[in-house]
């Protein structure tokens, strides 16, 4: 009889744990979705069109922050080169970390994000190599990621190769 007894208070026990278990899974992210809030959204700034940053630099700007991209003339896929990157204003001042992510429009070319360094005249440099697109394609999309409170995007466009 005491071991019948014992069998049902551990399958209690252990069927308890299980369902608490379940309901953790279920209910732990929701509550803390809560508690770490929301991520706050980037302000997007977009180059216009007609200016590339090839062989030359474009600037994006809101009033507070402008982000001016900078590549060397003739980039080409898997030929690295160098990206730089200045930034003025306001908002500059609480900027923690910059980085590049190029990417083409309706077509998933892998990820292509290099980190920035920055150089003592506040200018954020760095490498970059892009991939061959095997339809080729040679449009290209920059997003300068400015690390600050807020978040930066400063979207540029342009073709890469001869």
Known sequence: MQAKRNFLILAGTLSALVMLGALSAVWYPHLMRGRRGAPAPA???R??????????SCTVSDGK???TLDLEAGVQPLTSFPVRVSLTGQAVAGVDRVAVRFTMADMEMGINRFGLVR?????WQGQALLPVCATGRRDWRAS???GSTPHYVGEFGFHAGP
Not at 47 to 54: E, F, H, I, K, R
């Open 144 to 146: 300068v990621e400015v």
């Open 65 to 67: 922050m402008s982000i």
């Open 47 to 56: 180059a216009d069109p007609t200016c590339t940053p090839v062989g030359g």
């Open 43 to 45: 302000i997007i700034l």
């Open 119 to 123: 150089r003592p005249d506040g200018v």
